[in-house]
């Protein structure tokens, strides 16, 4: 499975924009792009995902590199209860055998009042 | 609608005691998996059900672990001889269908703490 890297961690600043890097320079053409967040003492929730498009919903958006090889999640105004661990992900579009989640450490976002 | 439900919330046990813990999945979801998040480490993966395919077994860490999905909807994992590197948080998640651009659910998982 491709990996990803991200930073291990982040600070914001209330309602302000951040935005959670993500490499994947060995993404396959048919690897989704998905995020996840774990907040404290909860099980991880799905962000966002996308393939090779921009992409927005209500709780983020999704910049994707024109290569592919990097994307940005963007919280456009993070809020305290953004304080979470982001995580990325690449799955197989083709799903193949199992579509296990494999996640790495991610990144620890605080957001500062 | 009723999202991934897991129970116990909380369970405390001694060292060789076994272990079941339950998952009841989002109505419809035909996929399930087992998680496991360890103090202080990522998630790792444990099982997968699809359908009635035969289960993904591969993140299963010893033979002291099994799980089974009945009528393709609720499901016990069940550690053996339960060992104090077993405490963890056990997640439990499903999808509608396994593809790479599904979304799996998770449920709010099971605290195990092994004395």
């Known amino acids: 499975d491709a990996k990803t890297t991200q930073p291990n961690s982040m600070e914001s600043n209330e309602e302000e924009p951040v935005h959670l890097p993500c490499n994947h320079s060995t993404i396959s053409g048919t690897d989704y792009i998905h995020w996840y967040r774990q907040l404290p003492s909860q099980g991880p929730e799905y962000v966002i995902h996308?393939?090779?498009s921009n992409v927005n919903n209500r709780m983020a958006s999704l910049a994707i590199a024109e290569d592919r090889k990097s994307s940005t999640l963007i919280l456009h105004r993070a809020t305290l209860r953004d304080a979470a661990v982001y995580y990325c992900i690449l799955r197989d579009g083709y799903g193949g055998a199992t579509n296990k989640l494999i996640f790495g450490t991610g990144t620890l976002l605080a957001v500062q009042p | 609608g009723a999202g991934v439900s897991q129970s116990p919330s909380n369970k405390v046990t001694e060292k060789g005691k076994d272990v079941e813990l339950r998952c009841d999945p989002i109505s419809g979801h035909t996929a399930l998996y087992w998680y496991r998040q360890s103090l202080g480490q990522g998630l790792e993966f444990l099982i997968y059900f699809q359908g009635n395919s035969a289960p993904d077994k591969s993140g299963l860490p010893s033979d002291r672990f099994s799980a089974e999905r009945t009528g393709g909807s609720v499901s016990t994992l069940t550690i053996q001889r339960t060992q104090q590197e077993d405490s963890a948080v056990y997640l439990c998640?499903?999808?509608?269908?396994?593809?790479?651009?599904?979304?799996?659910?998770f449920g709010p998982g099971t605290r195990l703490t092994v004395l």
């Open positions: 996308g393939l090779t």
């Open positions: 998640a499903s999808s509608l269908a396994p593809r790479g651009a599904d979304t799996q659910y």
